[in-house]
């Protein structure tokens, strides 16, 4: 939403913002608000609901670490696939709420009406997940009597993320939220065309597909560092992300081959992992990998360009075939070639393919990935590795088209009249 903000008005329209004030802890980088300093932006207080539970809970966390004697903490590592699954304070809050934002949204709709004593709105779109928000540009829309274009980035009744059994009640309620949306709405703008036919089938009377993609404006070109094949990782591990295969496929290129910390490097750049750290470890993969932490976009990307190859990793489950992740564009967008690991059948796949932006493997082939791994290691090491995406595809993704895509749809939706 954004990169939305910060060219809509090269096409006519102004954007105002209303949005929740950062989740304490969570990463924030402020030197992206420079985009948008043209834009009116209101804050109201996050009242994330998993956050809220995560601080009840902490202290019974902490007391359940300690053991008895009062020694030292046990590890308890889980190194199983259950650990990336969300966390206890997100699946609580999945019993009592759709998610974390609807105790934020309920208080969207009446600003948006104070706020219009000021400023005379035309359209309203809102943005998910999450999907609550999408609920509150509805009733929004509704109050302002103006039209309501929702910005799908992720499929909703289709989403992993919500298919919690334990909170089954919530999911109905969701399914129902979805359904009443999505008919109110004057048009829909997904991701991808899994995520639209999702919307149509649930009731919405027009969808648009606008995918992710990225600026060539914030992007550096891709410069990769001589030495060792060099892999980046930009991003968070979580469920639909799991690493646990392609770290299987590098312990067994390192045995292979016989690598080091001299032969394959890998950055992993974003928030700190204990998963991801403990699949590393328990696979002597430690010299291996490289920790940056969350960074600045700019510095995050400036890492990125200096590898050569950027990883893409998505579980292959129901649903994961809608996805892209913002990541893949980003890489494209550096000209570095990508290795994506995950459904061979997907968006992502078919764009990787279309656009020559790299390699796919099934996320259920550490072999296949340990051979990419040495084919690639090779090439460096004889100076043949290079890369050309093809330019033509990559430029249908410029985010400045895409926000002139966007206005097209917000102007249809309130008539063509002049705004």
Request: proline share 7%; net charge neutral; aromatic share 8%.
């Amino acid at each position: 939403m954004m990169k939305l903000a910060r060219y809509l008005p090269e096409f006519g329209w102004q954007p105002y913002v209303l949005s929740a004030t950062p989740v304490p802890g969570t990463p924030v980088d402020g030197s992206l608000l420079a985009e948008v300093s043209h834009v009116d932006a209101r804050y109201l207080p996050d009242r994330n609901v998993a956050a809220t539970i995560a601080r009840a809970i902490a202290p019974l966390k902490r007391a359940r670490r300690q053991p008895a004697s009062g020694g030292p903490a046990a590890a308890g590592v889980d190194l199983g696939r259950a650990a990336v699954r969300a966390p206890v304070s997100t699946r609580l809050a999945r019993h009592f709420f759709i998610d974390s934002a609807e105790v934020w949204s309920r208080s969207v709709p009446s600003a948006a009406v104070r706020w219009s004593r000021e400023v005379a709105f035309d359209a309203v779109i809102a943005s998910g997940p999450p999907h609550s928000a999408l609920v509150a540009g509805a009733r929004a829309a509704r109050m302002l009597g103006v039209g309501y274009v929702v910005d799908l980035r992720d499929a909703w009744a289709g989403n992993l993320g919500y298919t919690w059994p334990e909170a089954s009640r919530q999911q109905v309620r969701s399914r129902a939220l979805q359904k009443g949306v999505l008919e109110a709405a004057d048009a829909v703008v997904a991701v991808s065309e899994p995520i639209a036919a999702e919307a149509r089938e649930t009731g919405a009377a027009e969808t648009v597909v606008v995918p992710n993609g990225f600026d060539p404006a914030d992007l550096p070109l891709w410069a990769p560092a001589p030495g060792p094949l060099r892999v980046a990782f930009m991003g968070r591990f979580y469920g639909t992300t799991d690493p646990t295969v392609f770290f299987d496929g590098v312990a067994r290129y390192v045995e292979r081959s016989g690598s080091s910390a001299g032969d394959l490097c890998i950055d992993a750049v974003g928030p700190d992992s204990p998963f991801v750290r403990a699949i590393v470890a328990e696979r002597g993969l430690g010299d291996i990998v490289t920790y940056h932490g969350f960074k600045p976009h700019a510095e995050a990307l400036g890492i990125v360009a200096r590898a050569d190859v950027g990883l893409v990793v998505l579980t292959d489950h129901p649903g994961a075939e809608a996805i892209y992740t913002s990541k893949l564009f980003e890489y494209l967008g550096i000209g570095m070639p990508v290795l994506f690991v995950g459904p061979e059948r997907g968006v992502a796949a078919r764009l990787i393919e279309e656009a020559d932006g790299g390699t796919v493997v099934a996320n259920d082939s550490p072999d296949r990935i340990a051979a990419e791994l040495d084919r690639m290691a090779a090439a460096k090491a004889a100076g043949t590795f290079s890369h050309s995406p093809r330019e033509d595809v990559l430029a249908r993704y410029h985010r400045r088209s895409q926000a002139g895509a966007v206005a097209e749809v917000l102007t249809g939706v309130t008539g063509g009249r002049d705004v």
